[in-house]
């Protein structure tokens, strides 16, 4: 029986200490005795490295230590790996050029690492990289994806020819082309998806710390996944076996992907904690996050949709080139195909898909899962190409939607995905009764009585969430399984703790988790610690990406059922009852029809003490766990609408409304979830209009380094959004959610740049919609119009 | 190296640092005082704003021998014997906050807006908050969170 707690707008458990100022992120936590790392960075986009002098700098006041690649190689600790293998459509495996934490003849990206420096503080370090004599042979550099393959780019990692790293492709190719070959429209678009820089707002830090008596290291660090970070560590970068290494991550401030991966700094700070026999702390200076962190998306596409004179989709091709930075990240490789293609099909029953993804090194940053990952590079294709039909072929632009729509569920899909369940039309239909859809045409025309430009976009998109299950992502390349556990402690004296391999760095967890508990067992929310981001306690999980906590709450539940089991034949022991017969109501183990009950805290008590029961058929203690593997991906869909008017004098654009109406399913905490959606919204809403990670095409500068040319949302960017929920449970968890943390950024970029097209009356438009390209764009069509 | 005197949070500290030591720094290392945060090196996000002498100051823009003498009040000096300041209650509230790093800026800045501007509307909140970088919530609850309790704040002066 669920308590009406589940479903509630219950306030964060965890807000407390963020708000007094107590939390407890990676950079808060000092070490005796630490002492302070400071990476010395390629200057250049890609160079050889003719000689390396560290010897100043290992003399220079304060220094202990100054390590470089030839040390790892000496320690044999291997390079960063990339954990899932793509196949190129000939069969052969993905291309991959080698990736030392620290580089030893080349590097390939400004902010590569090159040595280390670790001193008695951050200045002292710092002062000491200055002395560090490096002798560059300059190389060329490519930047851009749709350069890297040319005869004469640069070539980065002689594994991979032309830079090409694999050569992918999904779909059905034969229904693909039949589709083409005589349909009554065809609708061609070719388009950017923008390279932006995640920016969770804590810097990246690491901690290492050695313990010289029992062999073991421990990592402090801002992760999204220790487990994942300590198995990696231990079993392909060699730092230590598991059971001598563990990875905290406490308090981590936002992550959105780009704290999912293994960075250079973390391996070597923990390695290096030995080697200088002190703890070793680093904090990344945002400069450093710019050029270091993890860039998302960065992808070019040519794209043409089949339809039938009725508006009716017939068939779906796509060539897309993305850009995988200089070096695969942990997971780049996944987020171009199997994150993106398996996506194409939208909400849309096409019967023929066919995508090609070439995948590219260039000289910038890693390009890995960013908000989203793969899925809103999917929706912006895939909606930009459906609004562009409907302009095309002059129907409104939700009729056309509505026409296409999958009805019948399941639905399988001709990339992959398998859709569980969904209503696309009732999120539809919210979404144009909160824009009030049948008064845009009047304010339109209000607008231009006033000189401005009104346009108005939608976006109904799909994604595919609570990754993953196992068996289908092992069977795609996938290096892990992506199952989740949790363990559940019952107290003697009745609090309940849950170890969960999931990791909060913003979502709540401290408060859905436990709501989940309360719930089921009616005691006080303050009766229930959700423990997790320590290796030491949790035994082991996946982490936090991708909305899998629909997969950490189904083990949770899991785990909570057997529990529940557990304590019924303990309290039918003790009040002399079958097990059959107990029922929990209320918070009280009760015999059926009787007065005869035992509280929540009495049982704990009863399990602990064991006296009361034969231990021959009952075990003492109160304590379960599960590990749940998703049968299924979820699939979070709805409709988001966005309204802008644009001041054609200059260009700029100003969002007056924003309707986001989702389906995330069963909802455990709508105000956790309303929250989820507006952050989401918001970087959606910063890559089409603000955002935009810019590298320099001859130096392979990164020209937005900074806050003070990299453009983040801020408050008075962005307008308030109205929020709304339909809702189709998903059949493939017992508790029906689907997750909810990508949806945002996954549906809002096409539906703000559907507006300002529909606006400026324009085709091809390229994020983000600055008031320089809005004005340029409004020009060209003046200058047309003017030539017709 | 020089020493520094000031009143954090009511109580007068001391210390020792390097003249380039910024208040930032001596507020987290030498005080311990974590709940000031470091969010960017060019002075955009106003994850360290303190008060200084009464007024929001990034503290990553001011050296700590520049604050020689001053009273400062950071995050964890807001709350009255255990009593959440108004705004405080109100981010938590209005879930002002996600991943919480942010937030002391955040709360920093608006108990000064609320002292400046006590008519405070949605419009000016988000002017307002130019200063502050937040990258989870949208920013919709914080200017919501800051609304209600510049309206409960303004009823208790009343």
Redesign the interface.
């Known amino acids: 029986m669920t308590a009406p707690i589940v479903g509630a707008a219950i306030r964060r458990k965890e807000d407390f200490r963020f708000v007094t100022g107590n939390g407890h992120y990676t950079d808060d936590i000092n070490r005796p005795g630490q002492a302070y790392a400071y990476f010395l960075r390629s200057p250049h986009a890609h160079a050889k490295i003719k000689s390396l002098n560290v010897e100043a700098a290992r003399s220079a006041k304060g220094v202990v230590g100054v390590l470089t690649g030839k040390d790892l190689a000496a320690d044999k600790i291997g390079g960063l790996i990339c954990g899932w293998t793509i196949h190129s459509k000939d069969g052969s495996p993905m291309k991959a050029g080698a990736h030392p934490a620290l580089a030893v003849d080349t590097v390939r990206y400004v902010g590569d690492h090159i040595a280390v420096v670790i001193a008695d503080s951050p200045a002292l370090a710092r002062d000491a990289a200055e002395k560090i004599e490096v002798d560059y042979d300059l190389l060329p550099a490519v930047t851009t994806p749709d350069k890297a393959q040319g005869s004469d780019a640069p070539q980065l990692h002689a594994e991979a020819p032309r830079n090409t790293v694999y050569q992918w492709e999904l779909g059905n190719k034969k229904e693909t082309d039949a589709a083409f070959k005589s349909p009554a429209h065809v609708v061609k678009l070719k388009l950017t998806n923008n390279r932006l820089i995640p920016n969770a707002m804590e810097p990246r830090a690491a901690i290492g710390e050695y313990d010289q008596g029992t062999g073991a290291y421990t990592l402090y660090v801002t992760s999204q996944n220790p487990h994942v970070a300590r198995l990696v560590m231990s079993a392909f970068i060699g730092i230590a076996p598991e059971h001598k290494l563990r990875v905290v991550a406490p308090d981590v401030g936002g992550g959105f992907g780009s704290k999912i991966f293994i960075y250079a700094e973390e391996v070597v700070c923990t390695w290096a904690s030995k080697k200088v026999g002190r703890p070793v702390k680093w904090t990344a200076e945002r400069s450093e996050s710019f050029l270091s962190d993890a860039h998302g998306r960065d992808h070019v596409t040519e794209a043409e949709m089949a339809l039938d004179a009725q508006g009716k989709m017939l068939g779906f091709r796509i060539k897309t080139i993305a850009n995988m930075g200089a070096y695969l990240s942990t997971f780049a490789s996944s987020v171009p195909t199997y994150l993106y293609g398996t996506l194409l099909s939208g909400q849309y029953a096409l019967p023929a898909v066919y995508v090609e993804v070439d995948a590219v090194y260039t000289n910038t940053a890693p390009v890995d899962a960013y908000r989203g990952a793969g899925r809103p590079e999917a929706t912006y294709l895939v909606e930009r190409i459906v609004e562009e039909a409907a302009r095309q072929l002059k129907m409104d632009p939700a009729e056309l939607r509505r026409k296409n729509f999958v009805r019948t569920f399941p639905h399988q899909t001709p990339v992959i995905m398998n859709y569980d369940a969904g209503d696309y039309e009732a999120s539809l239909d919210e979404a144009l009764k909160l824009i009030d859809y049948k008064g845009f045409p009047a304010r339109k025309v209000e607008a231009q009585k006033r000189g401005k430009l009104r346009g108005l976009g939608f976006s109904t998109y799909i994604e595919a969430c609570g990754l993953a299950p196992s068996a289908a992502v092992g069977s795609l390349g996938a290096g892990v399984g992506l199952w989740e556990s949790a363990e559940v402690r019952v107290t003697p004296t009745g609090q309940v703790e849950v170890f969960t391999g999931a990791h909060s760095h913003g979502q709540g967890h401290e408060t859905t988790f436990a709501q989940l508990v309360a719930g089921r067992f009616g005691i006080p929310l303050e009766n229930v610690e959700i423990i997790h981001g320590d290796t030491n306690s949790v035994q082991f999980g996946m982490g936090t990406y991708g909305s899998r906590t629909a997969v950490g709450m189904t083990a949770l539940v899991k785990a909570l059922e057997k529990v529940e089991a557990k304590a019924k034949r303990i309290a039918a022991h003790v009040l002399e009852a079958s097990a059959a017969d107990i029922v929990l109501e209320n918070g009280e183990f009760k015999v059926a029809g009787t007065d005869r009950k035992l509280a929540f805290h009495e049982l704990a008590l009863n399990a602990y003490t064991g006296h009361k029961f034969p231990t021959h058929e009952i075990e003492p203690g109160l304590k379960e766990s599960a590990f749940w593997d998703p049968l299924n991906f979820t699939f979070p869909a709805g409709c988001h609408i966005c309204e802008v008017e644009i001041d054609p004098e200059t260009g700029v654009t100003k969002i007056v409304a924003f309707v986001a109406v989702d389906d995330f399913g069963k909802v455990i905490n709508p105000m956790i979830v309303e929250g989820q959606v507006h952050g989401g919204v918001a970087q959606g809403i910063g890559q089409a209009m603000l955002e935009h990670g810019v590298y320099d095409p001859e130096s392979g500068q990164l020209l937005t380094g900074s806050y003070m040319d990299y453009t983040m949302p801020r408050a008075d960017d962005l307008p308030s959004y109205k929020v709304g929920l339909t809702e189709t449970p998903c059949p493939s968890n017992p508790l029906g959610m689907k997750g909810c943390g990508e949806a945002g950024a996954i549906a809002s970029p096409p539906a703000v740049i559907n507006a300002v097209t529909d606006a400026i009356g324009i085709k091809e438009f390229e994020m983000p919609a600055t008031p320089e390209r809005v004005w340029r764009a409004i020009n060209s069509t003046k200058h047309k119009s003017a030539a017709e | 190296m020089p020493g520094v005197s000031m009143t954090v949070n009511g109580k007068a500290v001391s210390g020792e640092v ?1 003249a ?1 030591t910024l208040l930032v720094h001596f507020l ?2 030498n005080l311990r ?10 002075s ?2 106003g ?1 360290c704003v303190v008060h200084v002498n009464g007024k929001a100051v990034k503290s990553c823009t001011m050296l700590a021998l520049q604050a020689d003498g001053a009273q400062v009040t ?3 000096g ?2 009255k014997n255990g009593e ?1 300041h108004p705004v ?2 109100a ?3 209005h ?1 002002g ?8 800026g955040m ?1 920093m800045t608006a108990v000064d807006m609320i002292r400046r501007l006590p008519d405070l509307d ?2 000016t ?3 307002q ?2 200063g ?12 919501k969170a800051i609304h209600a309790a510049s309206l409960e704040m303004k009823g208790a002066r009343a």
């Open positions: 390097e380039r987290r290392e005082l974590t709940g000031t945060h470091v969010g960017c090196d060019t955009q996000c994850a950071t995050i964890e807001l709350a959440l405080q209650a981010f938590k509230e879930h906050l996600q991943c919480g790093f942010c937030t002391p709360i949605e419009t909140i988000r002017q908050l130019e502050n970088l937040c990258r989870c919530t949208g920013y919709q609850n914080i200017v």
